[in-house]
Nanobody, 118 residues
Framework: QVHLVESGGGLVQAGGSLRLSCAAS????????MGWFRQAPGKEREFVAG????????YYGDSVKGRFTISRDNAKTTIYLQMNSLKPEDTAVYYC???????????WGQGTQVTVSS
C-alpha cells in the first residue's frame, strides 16, 4: 500500500500561483502513474494531471493545459503541481493519487483545499 500526503493548498487571488506537493510512502516501488485530481462542490471528480513514473511522461486535463505543470522528485518520491494563472473555476479540493499497475488509481491522499478568489 502507498500512503499519500498532500500539502500546499490555500487561498490565492485570480492570476496567482500555488504549488502543491504530494509525498508518497510505503510501497513506493509500486508506482506506475501518479496524478492529481480535483473535485469542486457539486461537481464530479476531474483529472488534472498525471505522470508516468518510469518515463516521466506527463498528461494534463484540457482545462489546465498550459497553466499547470506536474513534476516529480524521485529521491523524495514526491510529486508537485505548479499551478499558474489560477482562475476562480480552479477552486476545488485537490487529491493526489497513485496507480500502482497502470490499471487505475487505487490510492488517494486526504486532499488539500485550493480557493481562488476573483
Amino acid at each position: 500500500q502507498v500512503h499519500l500526503v498532500e500539502s500546499g493548498g490555500g487561498l490565492v487571488q485570480a492570476g496567482g500561483s500555488l504549488r502543491l506537493s504530494c509525498a508518497a510512502s510505503g510501497r513506493t516501488f509500486s508506482i506506475y502513474y501518479m496524478g492529481w485530481f480535483r473535485q469542486a462542490p457539486g461537481k464530479e471528480r476531474e483529472f488534472v494531471a498525471g505522470i508516468r513514473w518510469s518515463r516521466s511522461t506527463t498528461y494534463y486535463g484540457d482545462s489546465v493545459k498550459g497553466r499547470f505543470t506536474i513534476s516529480r522528485d524521485n529521491a523524495k518520491t514526491t510529486i508537485y503541481l505548479q499551478m499558474n494563472s489560477l482562475k476562480p473555476e480552479d477552486t476545488a479540493v485537490y487529491y493526489c493519487a497513485n496507480d500502482p499497475t497502470g490499471t487505475g488509481y487505487n490510492y488517494w491522499g486526504q486532499g488539500t483545499q485550493v480557493t481562488v478568489s476573483s
